[in-house]
């Protein structure tokens, strides 16, 4: 994904520019301070999305900019970030597609953003030859995957210990429902994985009160048996 962030402040921008950095798959193609080069880079580069600040340098608006926009067809997604009160309503009406908050919201603008870009890893899914054709870089895609893959579990193993057969449970579990959708399961593979681990340790605690039975030992026992019913309705479908 492509952005373009137009943001008087330098000391903001550069901060946008590291944390997107950090994001897989998201790359900032360009940066502006006022409405000119804001308009012109835009309209040269043709970013995925436009994260777009209200107050410019040389007193321009970026509601201007956002109206300018829309008025020429621009097809991405601009999203408006400010500290001022009460101006999300505007721009929403104005054609923005999010506001977010600067002082307090741009974890959650980063988080919103990463989401986004799982959806290339959905099209990574559908093959190689298929996420060639639409222009995505497969091998990098894979690469970038398995590193995020490989961190994740590292940093739960670390902190929680093994937790066997989770990983294989849930997102199939979330796919057999919601298919092969990355952006629309990451939510429920989370909120599924939490429940299931939270229900998993009130039974071992629970079974031989005043006694607890280790979380991966009861997880084994229910993910095995949970894992052979997947299997098996795989091969009877």
Same mark, same amino acid.
């Given at each position: 994904?492509?952005?373009?962030?137009?943001e008087?402040? !330098?000391?903001?921008?550069?901060?946008?520019? #590291?944390?997107?950095?950090?994001?897989?798959? +998201?790359?900032?193609?360009?940066? =502006?301070?006022?409405?000119?080069?804001a /308009?012109?880079?835009?309209?040269?580069l043709?970013?995925?999305?436009?994260?777009?600040? +209200?107050?410019?340098?040389?007193?321009?608006?970026? @509601?201007?900019?956002?109206?300018?926009?829309?008025?020429?067809?621009?097809?991405? #997604?601009?999203?408006?970030?400010?500290?001022?009160?009460?101006?999300?309503? $505007?721009?929403?009406?104005?054609? *923005?597609?999010?506001?977010?908050?600067? =002082?307090?919201?741009?974890?959650?603008?980063?988080?919103?953003?990463?989401?986004? =870009?799982?959806d290339?890893?959905?099209? $990574?899914?559908?093959?190689e030859?298929?996420?060639?054709?639409?222009? @995505?870089?497969?091998?990098?895609?894979?690469?970038?995957? @398995?590193? +995020?893959?490989a961190?994740?579990? =590292?940093?739960?193993?670390?902190? $929680?210990?093994?937790?066997?057969?989770?990983?294989?449970?849930?997102?199939?579990?979330?796919?057999?429902?919601?298919?092969?959708?990355? #952006?629309?399961?990451? !939510?429920?593979?989370?909120? /599924?994985?939490?429940?299931?681990?939270? *229900?998993?340790d009130?039974?071992?605690?629970?079974?031989?009160?005043?006694?607890?039975?280790?979380?991966?030992?009861?997880?084994?026992v /229910?993910?095995?048996?949970?894992? @052979?019913?997947?299997?098996?309705?795989?091969?009877?479908a």
């Amino acid at each position: 994904m492509n952005i373009f962030i137009v943001e008087d402040s !330098p000391v903001i921008r550069r901060v946008m520019v #590291r944390r997107l950095g950090d994001i897989p798959e +998201i790359r900032v193609v360009g940066e =502006a301070e006022g409405e000119v080069d804001a /308009l012109c880079g835009i309209d040269q580069l043709r970013p995925d999305t436009v994260l777009l600040d +209200i107050s410019l340098a040389r007193a321009g608006s970026g @509601l201007q900019v956002l109206k300018q926009l829309r008025q020429d067809g621009y097809p991405g #997604r601009i999203i408006m970030v400010s500290t001022q009160e009460g101006c999300s309503d $505007a721009c929403i009406q104005a054609g *923005a597609d999010g506001f977010y908050d600067k =002082a307090s919201g741009l974890e959650t603008l980063f988080d919103d953003l990463a989401c986004v =870009a799982a959806d290339r890893f959905t099209v $990574a899914g559908m093959g190689e030859d298929f996420a060639t054709n639409v222009g @995505l870089n497969h091998r990098r895609l894979v690469v970038v995957g @398995l590193a +995020i893959v490989a961190m994740v579990t =590292a940093s739960v193993v670390v902190t $929680a210990g093994v937790v066997p057969f989770l990983g294989l449970i849930v997102p199939n579990v979330v796919a057999l429902f919601i298919g092969d959708n990355v #952006r629309r399961g990451l !939510p429920w593979v989370a909120l /599924l994985g939490v429940a299931l681990v939270l *229900a998993c340790d009130v039974v071992g605690r629970l079974v031989l009160h005043p006694y607890e039975i280790p979380l991966g030992t009861v997880m084994g026992v /229910l993910g095995s048996a949970l894992f @052979l019913v997947l299997l098996l309705r795989g091969r009877s479908a």
